[in-house]
């Protein structure tokens, strides 16, 4: 399955939103963002085919620090650089469809 498949396959709620960002090391990453009166709830990953061991340990990381900093602007995971920037420009577009 590709990532337009998973994306078209996420059900959203009011105040949800999908991003996706380009240039993971395995591609795309796509994410999905509760947004409510100017603050993240939320970010889930829902679909990247990074490395488990780099990457997906990265995307474990990663929605916590944009939901305790309510931002997408956090610090990229070491080692793991171009999977953090290709999640933290998912979240920013799921933001901008806010």
Same mark, same amino acid.
């Not at 933290?88 to 901008?96: I, Y």
């Given at each position: 399955m590709n990532a337009a498949d998973d994306a078209a396959s996420v059900e959203l709620a009011s $105040?949800?939103?999908?991003?996706?960002?380009? $240039?993971?090391?395995?591609?795309?990453?796509?994410?999905?963002? /509760?947004? /409510?009166?100017?603050?993240?709830t939320s970010v889930e990953?829902?679909? /990247?085919?990074?490395?488990?061991?780099? $990457?997906?340990?990265?995307?474990?990381?990663?929605? /916590?620090?944009?939901v305790a900093a309510n931002s997408a602007d956090v610090d990229a995971v070491s080692g793991a650089t171009l999977t953090s920037t290709a999640f933290?420009?998912?979240?920013?577009?799921?933001?901008?469809q806010a």
């Open positions: $105040g949800e939103y999908l991003g996706t960002g380009e $240039g993971g090391m395995g591609g795309d990453i796509t994410v999905k963002v /509760a947004y /409510a009166d100017g603050t993240i990953v829902v679909s /990247a085919k990074e490395t488990p061991e780099i $990457g997906g340990e990265a995307l474990k990381k990663l929605p /916590a620090l944009v933290c420009a998912a979240v920013k577009d799921a933001v901008s």
